[in-house]
């Protein structure tokens, strides 16, 4: 098992640039796909990134590709996410997931572990 704890959200203008941050504890950090999901006000939970176990291959979704990038450390049990110009449609609690599974998923069904979500405001 591992928890997760998102960290480095807040309220920006559009066009500045945020970095989320998930620390991991538990488990070997190493063992487990991390991806980062969105969820507006309203709207259903969305994919948003997802690296896997050792950090070689990322995919995104297309709405952020090009300006949001995903890295993970798993000498430090962190994944992040690189927020670069932000708009305000990028407006949502961000949250930080993990799964077991060794391909890359965009369900938020396949990741077994969440953290408790981190609120992230673009302003126009």
């Known amino acids: 098992q591992v928890q997760l704890i998102e960290s480095g959200g807040g309220l920006v203008q559009a066009g500045d640039s945020l970095r989320l941050s998930c620390a991991a504890s538990g488990r070997s950090f190493s063992n487990y796909m991390m991806a980062w999901f969105r969820q507006a006000s309203g709207k259903e939970r969305e994919f948003v990134a997802v690296?896997?176990?050792?950090?070689?291959?990322?995919r995104y979704a297309d709405s952020v590709k090009g300006r949001f990038t995903i890295s993970r450390d798993n000498g430090k049990s962190t994944v992040n996410l690189q927020m670069n110009s932000l708009k305000p449609e990028d407006t949502a609690v961000y949250y930080c997931?993990?799964?077991?599974?060794?391909?890359?998923?965009?369900?938020?069904?396949?990741?077994?572990?969440w953290g408790q979500g981190i609120s992230v405001t673009v302003s126009s």
């Open positions: 690296i896997t176990r050792s950090g070689d291959f990322t």
């Open positions: 997931a993990a799964s077991v599974q060794s391909i890359m998923i965009v369900t938020a069904t396949q990741y077994s572990y």
